[in-house]
């Protein structure tokens, strides 16, 4: 689990995410999920995509380097 201290990164104002990984035949599996609340004057639904791109790239950047 981990929140956000400080700032407010692609328009988040709170942010609380929590991250899972459990093994599995072969590899791993990843489960991200987060809550977060829209900073003021942002909209909410471009945080939300921003969010999801943001998860799917760390996702592939931890495969890629858990395969090295």
Excluded: N
Aim: one cysteine or more.
């Amino acid at each position: 689990v981990y929140t956000l201290v400080a700032g407010q990164p692609i328009g988040m104002g709170r942010y609380k995410a929590t991250v899972v990984v459990s093994d599995r035949p072969g590899g791993c599996r990843l489960h991200w999920t987060g809550v977060f609340e829209a900073a003021p004057g942002a909209d909410e639904t471009e945080v939300a995509k921003l969010l999801e791109g943001s998860y799917t790239g760390m996702s592939q950047a931890l495969a890629a380097a858990a395969v090295l």
